[in-house]
């Protein structure tokens, strides 16, 4: 049961650009959206995250935006640099509990 | 920032002998972390919740007999894969949260182990 789901396994992006990783689940629970960055052999890194009270989170290059109705959020890079060439995860909680993680989709900033 | 240092960062060994994977939250103090693993090109699947002082909670379908987990401090957390076989082989990673945060802060992530069994 793939509670939280990103369809794209893979998008390429030219720098400079905008780019625009999906992310939809199926827990009406969830409350609380995180996205992580990670590079081959490495650990996640945490981006941004979005409280389910909100329906949008800025940080720097970095936004994502929640549907609460949709079931679905997004994450947008703008401009895309080419250091953001990775792999992103979405994950889920609910009230603080285990997160929940997405399969992944990897970024490639082309020059 | 919150830095978790897992080490080793690899390890080659041989069928059934034991791996032991440290994982250490360096600058804060973490009542609860959790152990990941990665198969290629797949997500991250939750093995276990590490609670210090106390048992730890196993995923369904993951052995406790031989994932042992040991929470024996506020900053380290130990992950001991019993009598490996190469289907153990894996990229294993831990997560700990600031327990002086809210329970709504992100996890922090070490930068893994690659476990290879021969």
């Known amino acids: 049961d793939q509670q939280v789901k990103q369809n794209s396994p893979s998008l390429s992006v030219q720098e400079g650009r905008i780019s625009i990783l999906n992310c939809d689940y199926t827990n009406s629970m969830f409350d609380y959206f995180l996205w992580y960055k990670k590079y081959p052999a490495e650990g996640p890194t945490f981006l941004i995250s979005?409280?389910?009270?909100?329906d949008k989170n800025e940080d720097g290059r970095f936004t994502v935006f929640l549907n609460k109705s949709a079931k679905h959020l997004s994450l947008h890079i703008v401009p895309s640099q080419p250091g953001d060439s990775a792999v992103y995860f979405c994950a889920a909680s609910k009230r603080a509990q285990k997160l929940v993680f997405g399969q992944g989709t990897r970024l490639t900033i082309n020059p | 920032g919150a830095v978790v240092s897992q080490h080793p960062s690899w390890v080659i060994c041989k069928s059934g002998t034991s791996v032991k994977i440290e994982c250490r939250s360096l600058d804060f103090q973490a009542t609860t972390m959790f152990w990941y693993r990665q198969f290629p090109k797949q997500s991250l699947m939750l093995m276990a919740t590490s609670n210090e002082g106390s048992k730890a909670t196993y995923e369904q379908g993951v052995e406790k007999d031989k994932f042992l987990i040991n929470h024996a401090s506020l900053t380290l957390s130990t992950l001991t894969v019993t009598s490996a076989h190469p289907e153990d082989s894996s990229f294993y990673i831990c997560?700990?949260?600031?327990?002086?945060?809210?329970?709504?802060?992100?996890?922090?992530f070490g930068n893994g182990t690659r476990l290879t069994v021969t």
């Open positions: 979005i409280s389910s009270i909100k």
């Open positions: 997560s700990a949260r600031d327990r002086g945060q809210g329970g709504d802060s992100p996890l922090h």
